[in-house]
Nanobody, 127 residues
């Protein structure tokens, strides 16, 4: 069974840090671009960060640029999202998703491109 599982969410104070992990089972992430998306209560899901299958190309939403870092360890079949300087506006359920790509440097910011999704992990930033 092809599955993505997110972990690492939780409650953190403003200014704090969390590292989210996205682990794949049943398939290898080597040929997949990965996107992190989030959905806050009452809002539409939005793209946060993206990484190509090679790891050489990345992209960030303006709202997280300079605070979040996406990375991947294909040997561990896992992608990470390091989140620093967290703000209350970062509170959301965070999802990772995988897009089968044929160009190692490519990623897409379109949700519709992503074939596999995790169940989500809650991140709450509050004092």
């Amino acid at each position: 069974q092809l599955q993505l599982v997110e972990s690492g969410g939780g409650l953190v104070q403003p200014g704090g840090s969390l590292r989210l992990s996205c682990a794949a089972s049943g398939f290898t992430l080597d040929y997949y671009a990965i996107g992190w998306f989030r959905q806050a209560p009452g809002k539409e899901r939005e793209g946060v960060s993206f990484i190509s299958s090679s790891g050489g190309s990345t992209n960030y939403a303006d709202s997280v640029k300079g605070r979040f870092t996406i990375s991947r360890d294909n040997a561990k079949n896992t992608v990470y999202l390091q989140m620093n300087s967290l703000k209350p506006d970062d509170t959301a359920v965070y999802y990772c998703a995988a897009d089968r790509t044929y160009t190692r440097s490519y990623y897409s910011a379109l949700e519709s491109r992503y074939d596999y999704w995790g169940q989500g992990t809650q991140v709450t930033v509050s004092s």
